[in-house]
């Protein structure tokens, strides 16, 4: 029995990422995208990770602050320190649904030598619980 619910959540899961676009999204997500960017590019680095590319106008530091705040709106959180001068971010969040959780990681690094180049890298991956299915 606990092996067939195994089974089905590994099956709901995979149908979960083909259907809902977690397996490998088209387009970056908004949160990630700070106001005034050009030249977007989402490029698949492998199954569930990727960078985002963009070119940020304005101030420097805007899209280094603007694009984690925006996370932080959306319930991502950063284990890492805010001090000044930090060149690197490192932010996730966790989503449950039925038979597991959807697991999101995100890190963010700031070049001084090429400020308005902005490459962030996404993890996405989902925990199957059996446990939590039962």
């Known amino acids: 029995m606990h092996r067939t619910l195994a089974l089905f959540g590994v099956l709901l899961a995979v149908t979960l990422c083909s259907i809902g676009g977690w397996g490998g999204p088209h387009r970056p997500p908004a949160v990630f995208i700070a106001p005034?960017?050009?030249?977007?590019?989402?490029?698949?680095?492998?199954?569930?990770?990727?960078?985002?590319?963009?070119?940020?106008?304005?101030?420097?530091?805007?899209?280094?602050?603007?694009?984690?705040?925006?996370?932080?709106?959306?319930?991502?959180?950063?284990?890492?320190?805010?001090?000044?001068?930090?060149?690197?971010?490192?932010?996730?969040?966790?989503?449950?649904?039925?038979?597991g959780e959807l697991w999101e990681w995100a890190f963010l690094s700031f070049d001084p030598l090429r400020p308005h180049d902005v490459h962030i890298y996404l993890r996405r991956w989902i925990a199957v619980s059996v446990k939590n299915c039962v």
């Open 36 to 99: 005034g960017a050009t030249d977007v590019q989402l490029r698949r680095l492998r199954w569930n990770e990727w960078q985002i590319s963009y070119q940020a106008s304005g101030s420097p530091a805007l899209w280094y602050t603007e694009v984690p705040h925006q996370l932080e709106m959306q319930h991502w959180g950063s284990p890492d320190r805010v001090e000044y001068g930090s060149l690197s971010r490192t932010y996730s969040r966790r989503v449950p649904f039925a038979c």
